[in-house]
Each structure stands twice: as C-alpha cells, then as structure tokens.
C-alpha cells in the first residue's frame, strides 16, 4: 500500500529560493516561459510546464496539463475486447483477436524538503488487442485500488486585512472574532465555510458516508497573537482541528472564535497542513489543500531583500530595506513585508510530490489587477497544486486560481471545488 509519511518540520530557511523578478526558468515559473521571457499559464497557444519554452498546439491538439496531446481514436474491424481496470481497448480483426496485460508498481521516494511519497503494489494496467487487419491500444486505467472518501484540510488566511471589505474600499471593519454581519471579507469567508445550511465544511464532509467518512481539519494563519513587530505578526498557522471525521462543528466553532490578525505566512502554514496529514493517508484516499487567502504572501525571515526582487504584492520597492506599496506606505519592514512567491510556490510543489493536491481562492481587490505580483503568485501556486481552473475540454483558464470578489463568486468557487473533490 502507498502511505505518506510527513517527516520532521522543515526549515523555512530551505525553501527561500531567488527573489521575484529574475529569469523565467523552473525556479519561478509553474507554467512555460514565452519568447519574451515571461511565466505563462499553459493553453493551447502557449502549452508547457515547469518553466520549459511554450509551445503551441496544432492542429486538432489540445493543451493538457501543459501537454500537447492528439485526440484519442478507436480502432474499426469486428473484434472487441475490454480490458481489466478503468483501461479498454477496442480491437481490429475478422477472425481472432488476442490479448496482453502487464502490471507495474512503483517505490516510494524521498524529496528533499522532507515529505516523503510511498510507493504503490497495485500499479496500472494496461490492454493491447490485436486482430487480424489492425491493433488499437487501450487507455490506462488503475487495478485493486479502492475509491475512498478523502482527506480535506482548509488553510485559512485571517490576517489583518482581512477585516477590510471585500472591494477594497473600507479598512478595519470587522475587528472582533466570529461573525459580525459586516462587510469585510472574513465575514464572507465565514459565510460560505460555515453557513448551516449550505456551509463548505458541511457539504463537503457530507461527501463521506457513515462506513468511510471525509477527514475534514481545518489550518488558520497567521498563528500570531500580536502584531507588535513584523516578527511577531509572522507566526506560522495553527492547526486548529486535525482532519478527522465528524469535525464539521469543532471547525465551525474554531472559526467563530478567530478574529483577523497578523501577516500572510502562507509557506510555513501549507508547512502546517502538509504535516497535518500524518497518519490519514491510505491508498484509494485523495489528500486535499483548500488555500484561501485574501493577498500577497509574506512573511518569510530569511528572504535576502533588496530594492530589485522586494515585492509588496502591489509593485517593486522603491527604497533600501523596506517594501513600500504604490502608494508610498511601508508595508513593513524587510524583509517580513517583501512578496514570498518563490518559497510558497515551492512548498506547493512539495505538497503535490507528496501527492496532496491544492485549490487555490483568492479574495478581494488585491487580485483586481491581472498584472499583479499577487495574481502571478496565486497564478503559480494553483498550476504547481495540480489543481487549476479548467474549462469542459480541460483547458487551463485565466486566472489560474479562484478569484472571488463578493460573498457570491466565493461560494461559487467553492461550489465547483467541491464538485472536483473526490
């Protein structure tokens, strides 16, 4: 069987990569790198990941998970043969038609920032049919593996800005914990997580049954208790509730206690969730990130600032030591303020090698600007988590991650992350 084994807490430090603003390459770039040296989200115009050189798709191609891949063809003839597993194949042949199938397992491996991925016994298996006037081959399809209900952990921003509306028009509306009927987006946020009626966290733990219930836990951040330094509003997420079955109240009373503080480590806090899944893993149980945040990254101790790679989300600094917004205020000081895309995108992928998959929900105006520092992070974040926003035909769209403005878009967007899970 595959199990996932979450070793010792990684360093921070390890994950700080080179700032923001450097070359398009693997280092920074999920999607493919265009001719002008700029990160793109994978389409059929420009297909590719992992920052190799785009590519465009021909013809009848379609671009899928960064891949140019042809349509799939059936054989013609009499013969037919279904092969074990999800695979099928339909053959060619008037008179006979023979069949092969093989099997092949996989060993676990270590990463080197400590998730470890196991290997499987039950590998996939393919069919090949061969009859007398041609050959088709089937597709892949997975052997002996059951179909179990998942593990889901919510990482949830509640920093400071959270307290401001959604439209980023008013600051520091809502300053209490809980819900407060106001218009700040951590009021929205917990609408839509915690509604009795139609609450994510209730819908998606009604996914499991009684025999095989969904794990639900829940990882809010920052972990801060003061902001009176920038260290002090930078503490790692707390997990507030294990994922567990039958956890839909002690997540909702957990929320309802919270109120917005702190800054955005959103690397240390996936950190977090990717160690909170200890002992839930199995074979057959997808693992699930729902990452929910409301602006840029930040947060990380060990990035090495300067006015060139120092992001604030908004735009580049403009001054030594410090990341200063468009509008001239001092975020914070450097280089807790600066943006942390490369570290958070890195944990992304660490989390996806270690087979859990992220959705990524961006809410507010910070995301209004397509050009945004903020939009490429979240852009990143969501194509390395595995799980981006596709169309019918499996297209990766624009923006990559959710974006919700309202209390509105961001049920939606929870409405269709909960139509993926499975």
């Known amino acids: 069987m595959r199990s996932i084994w979450l070793l010792a807490a990684l360093s921070l430090a390890a994950l700080a990569l080179a700032g923001c603003g450097s070359t398009c390459g693997p280092t920074n770039c999920s999607g493919c790198c265009d001719g002008n040296n700029q990160c793109q989200i994978p389409s059929t115009q420009t297909c590719g990941l992992g920052g190799a050189a785009c590519a465009s798709c021909v013809g009848a191609q379609k671009c899928v998970g960064g891949v140019c891949e042809n349509p799939g063809g059936t054989g013609s003839g009499n013969g037919n043969n ?63 593996i059951p179909s179990l209900s998942p593990n889901v952990i919510l990482v949830v921003d509640r920093s400071n800005s959270m307290a401001d509306s959604a439209d980023g028009t008013q600051t520091g509306v809502c300053t209490g914990a809980g819900q407060e009927n106001l218009n700040c987006k951590w009021d929205e946020v917990l609408t839509a997580l915690s509604n009795s009626i139609d609450g994510f966290v209730g819908e998606v733990a009604s996914l499991g049954s009684g025999s095989d219930p969904v794990r639900v836990g829940l990882v809010t951040f920052s972990g801060s208790t003061t902001t009176t330094t920038a260290a002090a509003s930078c503490v790692p997420g707390v997990l507030q509730v294990a994922p567990a079955p039958n956890t839909v109240t002690s997540i909702n009373n957990a929320l309802a206690a919270i109120a917005p503080l702190g800054g955005t480590p959103t690397a240390s806090s996936l950190q977090v969730a990717g160690q909170a ?77 270690a087979g859990i998959e992220t959705f990524v929900i961006g809410i507010g105006a910070d995301f209004a600007n397509a050009s945004s520092p903020t939009v490429d992070t979240l852009n990143q974040c969501a194509l390395a988590g595995g799980l981006p926003r596709m169309d019918s035909s499996g297209n990766v769209l624009s923006p990559a991650f959710y974006q919700a403005s309202d209390i509105g878009s961001l049920q939606s967007a929870l409405s269709d992350v909960l139509s993926r899970i499975q």
């Open 277 to 353: 899944f200890t002992g839930v893993e199995e074979t057959g149980r997808a693992n699930y990130v729902v990452l929910i945040t409301d602006g840029a990254p930040n947060c990380d101790a060990s990035f090495a600032a300067t006015t060139a790679n120092c992001e604030d989300g908004t735009g580049y600094c403009t001054s030594p030591g410090a990341c200063v917004s468009s509008s001239g205020t001092n975020e914070s000081a450097a280089p807790y303020g600066c943006l942390d895309e490369d570290a958070t995108v890195a944990m992304v992928q660490n989390l996806a090698q």
């Open 82 to 144: 279904t092969g074990s597993g999800n695979g099928s194949a339909n053959g060619s042949g008037s008179t006979s038609a023979t069949t092969s199938t093989s099997t092949t397992g996989t060993t676990g491996t270590t990463n080197t920032t400590g998730f470890t991925t196991g290997g499987s016994s039950t590998g996939t298996t393919s069919v090949v049919t061969t009859g007398s006037t041609g050959t088709t081959t089937s597709s892949t399809g997975t052997t002996g």
